[in-house]
């Protein structure tokens, strides 16, 4: 069964930071794209970032030069660093991981870590 679980999130104060982590009990992880969202009360979920496994990342224009997502295909685990946090980051934050392998469109998600920045 797949899982993604993610982990670090918190209360912090404007200006902090957090990194966040995700696990994924996946197969062949290193074949999926994986992609941090977000979503804030009465919002719909956003891309936050998102790491191919081409090696490519892709930023909201939101979080660029602030946040950093990375992966390590050899613990299943993608992390999202984020710094520099403002009130408008508070939300809950998904893990995502999409890949289309061995004939099968694949796309799970975690069940979200809040992220609460006090100004």
């Known amino acids: 069964q797949v899982q993604l679980v993610e982990s670090g999130g918190g209360l912090v104060q404007a200006g902090g930071s957090l990194r966040l982590s995700c696990a994924a009990s996946?197969?062949?992880?290193?074949?999926?794209?994986m992609g941090w969202y977000r979503q804030a009360p009465g919002k719909q979920r956003e891309l936050v970032a998102s790491s191919t496994s081409g090696g490519k990342t892709v930023y909201a224009d939101s979080v660029k030069g602030r946040f950093t997502i990375s992966r390590d295909n050899a613990k299943n685990t993608v992390y999202l660093q984020m710094n520099s946090l403002k009130s408008e980051d508070t939300a809950v934050y998904y893990c995502?991981?999409?890949?289309?392998?061995?004939?099968?469109?694949?796309?799970?998600w975690g069940q979200g870590t809040q992220v609460t920045v006090s100004s």
């Open positions: 995502n991981a999409k890949a289309y392998f061995i004939g099968v469109n694949r796309d799970y």
């Open positions: 996946i197969s062949a992880f290193s074949v999926y794209d």
